[in-house]
Each structure stands twice: as structure tokens, then as C-alpha cells.
């Protein structure tokens, strides 16, 4: 590999912009062109592949041709937040970074920042410049890093910790000293913005197209607004349908007949892909095992040698270590010492383990009549998976045993779905974020957090937007926002008929929004649809806002739907086990009630049903370990009857 392929190149354009009157710095108009478009062209031949960190305007970023990444951490954390969400989708063994607002970058950055971190042995290599008689500068947003470093960085930020020379305070640094303190120079202003462009002139630039992420055909969603069907089409499919008296079943089918799959896929390097959503069947490239292989140590043998009347004599000549095979050919009456895994001589069929073998000397070996049959302990070439045969269809969520699979067939970089961006945000004028006072009469924001988890556990990019007020130009301008830079927006609260809740009517005003009373509880009001905004569309679950149904809604209607968004299927695997005690039901609904599995003392499994089921209770449904899934047909449930659970572990 060479330099450039071992380094991606980050361009940080992740901030608030509030220097600039709140716009977009690297989207601002810079000597013909914008200024990331500079950093892009400068960075391009450094490296190997190029993105873009940022939390704003994300699809016209997306338009120069690059992957972008927002933070995982939220709040505009600064720089690091960056680097780390860079890091974490960056597929090479280096990242290098340089600000959106740094059009001059050096144009041997990367190279010279690589050359000192391999010398030194160093974690980090950073640029620091000194001018005649003054302290040296250090530059460290204008790094390169080692993509293992993740860890460290994120632990660094989950302490709360922000500033960019802090986090590797512990690490080993190499400084790198440019003599063009000018390169350095990055733009913060809006008058110094227009000074350099004043100066410096704006003729035409030559554009070379940036090359992405280790990864081609990313770019924005492909929500195609004109041929996807209105909610009215898909709603008119159900003969009974009654918005005020769904069943959950007749909401999960609308919910998924309405979804479209983001269409966007990228390859990442196969560690990577651990819990991505496979973009591409994957066919093997050749056989495995490659070659027919022993399954025990002992000894390989041909089978026609074997007598049935008798013990069988065989002459040792030779021995086979596996990945060491060598090419002795035992005659009649020879075979040969072999180890697991060692390649099959020619000619031999059968392993004879060593433990049977009723007499060993180092040059012979006797067997008795009947210790082994012919082909036994022998692997075949391509019995795990022949050359030419799926190994692993799209669609699937990439597990542990994925990944040696993967590995198993040599392949190193896979083709994965991009991540969905979901955007959320709580409502109502009674909560609070935790940090802040909790005044008389409100609550803090707990939805939210449960919500980060889910979306988190799901393998979404989040956007946590904070609380909204109950209040329409906000509730607008925040759904609004959302549908511009994601997928799919998750809210809760505000959805019910309550007086304040103006939630219903802006959903409603900014696209195809339904709004639904389910057979259900917890739960009940839901709305769904797909509201559109300055161009871009966004699918919509509006969840309620008691915290046990936000959860409940949440997983059996929002999480198979991101899931279809992102081309999986996982449907929520269910569990049928008997109830411990009684449970009151009312047939005609569905009821989630918390439980807690556990095991008798003949080890079957039974489970007992929560204290109480309140929906606004969360400290039960921490305390639960599942939920015990009651189908609208049920009434009343007997101690001793089977019921369906959906186990919390693993949930995701
Ligand atoms: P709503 O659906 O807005 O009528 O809210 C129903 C109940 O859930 C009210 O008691 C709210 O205070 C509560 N609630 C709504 N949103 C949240 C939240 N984000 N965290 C905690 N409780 C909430
Ligand atoms: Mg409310």
C-alpha cells in the first residue's frame, strides 16, 4: 500500500458557524467556488479518500461527491466530536484532518505528518508553525491520527472532556514544524472572508473531483417523492380501516407498505462492518476450506487398505502439519501421520484419530477391524462454501460470525448500507433538560434518552434536537430542520388531543401525515406519515410522550420501519413461555406489559408479569427483562398458559 492509500482526510465543517452570522462556513462562496471545495481540492492528492464532518446542511455537502459524517456525540461538541465520528467510519489505519475554513493547507500536510508519526514511533503527528522570535503554534486541527485511537477519544469525550490538545495529553504527539505560517491561515469571519476574496481574486478554479471514502456511490437519500405512494393509496388496501380503532397489526402493515429504503451504500473496511446492514450478496471467491483436509490428528490412510477380518498394518511415511503440506504418496499398506486441518495426502480417503490406533510405533501403526469406516474424519474442499455460492445475502445485519465468514473468504472491505440519520426531539412546555432546574409543575426530559439508546443500539446516526416548546413556529422550524438533514424523524409527546399539543396540526401542514388511536396500551395515539421540507422529504413517527409508550411504540412500529429504511429485515423475534401467574386482559387490543422472565427449578422458563404496569412508569420497565406481548384476540390469561415475550437483551 502506499502513503496516500493508508491516509483518509477529514474535513471538519462540523461547527455552528456563529462567528459567521450562523451560516455555513465551508458552504460560503470563496474565489469562484466554496471554501470546502478548496480544502477538498488541496487535501485530494494527499490522500486516498476524502470526507466531510458536519451537522448542518448535510445533503449539500453530500453534493460534493464525499461521504459526510455528523457527530455521534451531540451539542456541538467541537473538533473532537469530529474527529471521532471520522474515526469511527474512517476505513484506513491513518485519519488526517484540516478545518472546512483552511482554503491554503499545506500541500505535503499528510505526507510530512505521516513521515514524523512513523519515525517517532508517535500516536498523533500535529503542524505547528513559528514566526522569528516568537513561541511555537501549535496547529492540532490540522492532525493526523491513528484510526485506533478511537476508543481513547470517545472514552475522553463521554468524561465530558472538549479540548482538542486535552485528549491526547496521555498519548505520544509528534510536532511537525511547517516554515508557511500563511497556509495556516483559516477564515472566522465574515468581513475576513470577503477581504481574501477581495485580494486574492476569484477567477475560475480547477475542479479535480475528490475521491470518497474508500467508497463509491454514496450521496444523498434517494427518496424518490413522485412515484412513492400517498398514505391514502396504502391506507385504501385495508378494508376496515378505522384511524380511531387500529390494530397494531393493520398500523405495523401501513407503516411498512409506505417505507422507501435509503438507497446508498459505501464500503467500509470488514472490522467496520460489525452491525452494518450488508448493501450486496456476497458470493465466495473460492472454496472452504481450499483444499480436503484432515478433521482429527491421526493418521491418513486409504480405505480400501483396511481388512475387516483382522487388525491392519500400515507403514508411517511421512507427516502433514497443517498449512505445511507436502507431497508424499502412500502406496498400499502406507499412510501417513497427519495433524487437524493438514491437507489429505493423494489417494488417502480416511483419518484414523491417533487414540484408535491400537499400536504405534514411529514407522508403523495397527488398527483394529472396524476402528474407523472409509471417508471418516476427512473435510472436503468447499464443504463449508464452494467458490461461486452466496456466502451471505444483502440485507443482513452483520454479526460476529459475519465477520469470519467474511474473513474465511479473504475479504477485506464490504459493502454496507449508509448509516440513516434520524433526527429527534421531545415535546412540551413541562420539560426540562437534566442540568437545568426542575421548576414546579415539570418533569425531566426522559424520552429522549431512552430514544438515543434505541436509535443508538439500532445503528442509526442520530440528531438529538433537544426539547421543543409547545409552541407552532418552533415545532415548525424544528420539523422543518429535521426533514431537511435526515431520514427519518422520531419525536414523542404532543401527538394525543391535549389543549397545548399543536404538534398534530404542523405535522399535518408540512406533508402526509396521518394520526392514529391504536388498539393498544401503552400506547395509543401515534402519527405517521412523511412530511417534506425545502426540498427534502422525511419519514415521520410522531410517538407519544408517556415514557413506557414511547418505548412500546417505538419498538414494535418505529424499529422495524428504520430497519426497512436502511434494506434489513429483523423482524422481533418472539418467545413463547408459560405465565406465572394470571393476567388481566381486555380482548380487542393489544396489551405490552413489562415482565421478567426467569427460570423454575426444573429449568423451564416462566414469566411473571412487573408490579405496576403504569405507562408512565420506566422504573418498571427498567426492572423488566421483557415484555409479555398479549395479541388483540386474548382475554384474561391463566397461571400455567403460554404467553408471547419479546426478551429486552439483545433487543436492539
Ligand atoms: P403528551 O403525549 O405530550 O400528552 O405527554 C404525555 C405524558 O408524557 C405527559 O405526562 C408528559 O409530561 C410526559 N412526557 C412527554 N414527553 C416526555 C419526555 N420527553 N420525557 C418524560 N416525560 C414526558
Ligand atoms: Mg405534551
Not at 459567521?20 to 492528492?45: C, I, N, S, W, Y
Not at 487414540?355 to 514411529?362: K, P
Not at 401525515?513 to 426540498?535: D, E, H
Request: with cysteine; net charge negative; glycine share 10%.
Amino acid at each position: 500500500m502506499n502513503k496516500n492509500e493508508q491516509i483518509s482526510a477529514l474535513i471538519l465543517a462540523g461547527g455552528r458557524g456563529s462567528r459567521m452570522g450562523h451560516v455555513d462556513k465551508g458552504l460560503q462562496p470563496f474565489r469562484g467556488t466554496t471554501m470546502v471545495q478548496h480544502v477538498l481540492e488541496r487535501l485530494a492528492p494527499q490522500v486516498g479518500s476524502i470526507a466531510i464532518n458536519a451537522n448542518q446542511n448535510l445533503d449539500a455537502y453530500a453534493a460534493f461527491g464525499v461521504p459526510v459524517w455528523p457527530d455521534e456525540t451531540t451539542g456541538f461538541a467541537g473538533p473532537l466530536a469530529g474527529l471521532e465520528a471520522g474515526l469511527r467510519h474512517c476505513a484506513t489505519p491513518y485519519l488526517v484532518t484540516a478545518p472546512c475554513d483552511s482554503p491554503f493547507l499545506p500541500a505535503d500536510l499528510a505526507a510530512r505528518l505521516f513521515d514524523a508519526l512513523q519515525a517517532q514511533g508517535a500516536d498523533i503527528a500535529l503542524a505547528v508553525t513559528q514566526e522569528a522570535g516568537m513561541r511555537k503554534q501549535p496547529h492540532p486541527v490540522f492532525c493526523l491520527v491513528k484510526t485506533s485511537l478511537l476508543p481513547v477519544l470517545s472514552q475522553y469525550l463521554a468524561e465530558g472532556g472538549r479540548k482538542m490538545d486535552g485528549w491526547y495529553a496521555d498519548l505520544k504527539v509528534a510536532e511537525v514544524l511547517f516554515e508557511d505560517g500563511d497556509a495556516f491561515r483559516n477564515i472566522n469571519t465574515l468581513d475576513e472572508l470577503r477581504t481574501f476574496d477581495a485580494k486574492m481574486g476569484s477567477g475560475p478554479q480547477n475542479h479535480t473531483p475528490a475521491p470518497a471514502l474508500a467508497a463509491s456511490g454514496s450521496g444523498p437519500a434517494d427518496l424518490t417523492p413522485f412515484s412513492a405512494p400517498r398514505l391514502k393509496d396504502v391506507v385504501s388496501c385495508l378494508s376496515d380501516y378505522d384511524p380511531d380503532a387500529l390494530p397494531v397489526r393493520h398500523a405495523q402493515k401501513i407503516i411498512g407498505d409506505f417505507i422507501t429504503p435509503v438507497r446508498s451504500v459505501e464500503k467500509v473496511a470488514l472490522r467496520s462492518a460489525l452491525d452494518r446492514v450488508l448493501a450486496a450478496d456476497i458470493i465466495s471467491p473460492i472454496n472452504v476450506p481450499a483444499h480436503d483436509n484432515s478433521a482429527m490428528d491421526g493418521y491418513a490412510l486409504r480405505g480400501a487398505d483396511l481388512r475387516a477380518d483382522g487388525p491392519t498394518t500400515l507403514k508411517v511415511i511421512s507427516t502433514v502439519f497443517a498449512g505445511r503440506p507436502n507431497d508424499a504418496v502412500p502406496g498400499a499398506g502406507e499412510c501417513v501421520r497427519i495433524m487437524t486441518g493438514g491437507v489429505m495426502p493423494a489417494g488417502c480417503d480416511s483419518v484414523i484419530p491417533q487414540e484408535h490406533v491400537a499400536a504405534i510405533s514411529d514407522t508403523e501403526i495397527t488398527i483394529d477391524a472396524g476402528a474407523i469406516r472409509t471417508g471418516d474424519n476427512r473435510r472436503f474442499a468447499g464443504e463449508d462454501l464452494k467458490a461461486g455460492s452466496p456466502a451471505l445475502r444483502k440485507g443482513k445485519i452483520i454479526r460476529p460470525a459475519d465477520l469470519g465468514l467474511l474473513a474465511s473468504l479473504g475479504i477485506a472491505e464490504v459493502p454496507v448500507q449508509r448509516r440513516l440519520r434520524v433526527a429527534f426531539f421531545s415535546t412540551g412546555d413541562e420539560l426540562r433538560s437534566i442540568g437545568e432546574p426542575l421548576d414546579a409543575g415539570c418533569v425531566y426530559d426522559s424520552n429522549r434518552y431512552t430514544l438515543y439508546g434505541m436509535l443508538t443500539r439500532l445503528g442509526c446516526d442520530i440528531i438529538d434536537m433537544g426539547i421543543v416548546r409547545d409552541d407552532p413556529q418552533a415545532l415548525e422550524d424544528a420539523l422543518r430542520n429535521a426533514c431537511e438533514n435526515a431520514d427519518a424523524i422520531v419525536t414523542s409527546g404532543g401527538v394525543s388531543v391535549g389543549a397545548a399539543d399543536y404538534t398534530r396540526e404542523i405535522m399535518a401542514k408540512l406533508g402526509d401525515v396521518t394520526f392514529w388511536k391504536i388498539g393498544m396500551r401503552p400506547g395509543r395515539p401515534l402519527a405517521f406519515g412523511k412530511i417534506n421540507s425545502g426540498g427534502k422529504s422525511a419519514f415521520l413517527f410522531g410517538l407519544p410522550g408517556n415514557p413506557v409508550a414511547v418505548m412500546v411504540s417505538f419498538y414494535f412500529f418505529a424499529r422495524n420501519a428504520l430497519l426497512a429504511m436502511m434494506g434489513a429485515e429483523a423482524p422481533l423475534p418472539l418467545l413463547r413461555v408459560k405465565s406465572l401467574g394470571a393476567i388481566r386482559k381486555k380482548s380487542g387490543r393489544t396489551e405490552y406489559q413489562r415482565g421478567i422472565l426467569s427460570v423454575d427449578a426444573n429449568g423451564q422458563q416462566q414469566v411473571a408479569i412487573t408490579g405496576s404496569q403504569g405507562s408512565g412508569i420506566l422504573r418498571s420497565m427498567s426492572e423488566a427483562n421483557c415484555m409479555v406481548v398479549l395479541h388483540d384476540e386474548m382475554g384474561n390469561v391463566n397461571a400455567g398458559d403460554m404467553v408471547d415475550v419479546l426478551l429486552f437483551e439483545g433487543l436492539v
